[in-house]
């Protein structure tokens, strides 16, 4: 079992609806979670953390945390085709306190 | 702009001569970090650093070693490059004033071993 897991896409999405990505992690005693932006051929960019049970905020991006199911998401609402990239989970291992990442989401947004 | 450069930003070399990859940032910042990224493997830690000369090894720092003789500078060498670590490499910084091991990535490196 990989420590952070994400289906690899492509996830589809017209414009204007909300993209859902998911990331599973095995580490119970993970606390912190970040998702990233990756353009074809750029660097990761990081647009959310998320350290609490629940949902948080931030413009047109929202992350949800659930450790008990550890599980953590990122709804995208009102997609744009700019949206398109792939979106990586990372999660801070309890062992190691380092960051381990998942392999990523393709998303696309088609007009 | 996390002020994190990457040099060369491609090389392609043959296998068993040493290459050297510099990342260099321009505040200052205490953590840095070497990552190789691969298809179906995702980001991966190579080596990481704490301060000058205070390093440390990652999941896959076989064949990989580093060097942090200034704040800013931050150095990978293969010491005998092989095809398998045909990668590209992202050097990462986390700031202490943000939340804990939140990293910022430079713009890497596209290496290529024939």
């Known amino acids: 079992q990989k420590e952070v897991e994400q289906n690899s896409g492509p996830l589809s999405v017209p414009e204007g609806a909300i993209a859902s990505l998911n990331c599973t992690y095995s580490?119970?005693?993970?606390?912190?979670f970040f998702w990233y932006r990756q353009y074809s051929g750029k660097s990761p960019e990081l647009i959310m953390f998320i350290y609490s049970n629940g949902d948080k905020e931030d413009g047109r991006f929202t992350a949800q945390l659930n450790k008990a199911s550890q599980y953590v998401s990122l709804l995208i609402r009102d997609s744009q085709p700019s949206d398109s990239a792939t979106y990586l989970c990372a999660v801070v291992s309890y062992n190691t306190d380092k960051l381990i990442f998942g392999t990523g989401t393709r998303l696309q947004v088609f007009p | 702009d996390a002020g994190i450069t990457q040099s060369p930003r491609h090389k392609v070399t043959e296998t068993g001569t040493p290459v050297t990859l510099r990342c260099h940032q321009t505040e200052n910042h205490r953590y840095m970090y070497w990552y190789r990224q691969d298809p179906g493997h995702g980001l991966r830690l190579i080596h990481y650093?704490?301060?000058?000369?205070?390093?440390d090894k990652g999941e896959v720092s076989d064949g990989y070693s580093v060097s942090r003789s200034k704040t800013e500078d931050f150095l990978l060498t293969l010491e005998s490059a092989t095809s398998s670590q045909t990668s590209v490499y992202f050097c990462a910084i986390s700031p202490e004033t943000r939340a804990y091991n939140e990293q910022f990535f430079g713009p890497g490196t596209r290496l290529t071993v024939l």
């Open positions: 650093s704490y301060g000058v000369k205070d390093t």
């Open positions: 580490d119970r005693g993970s606390q912190s």
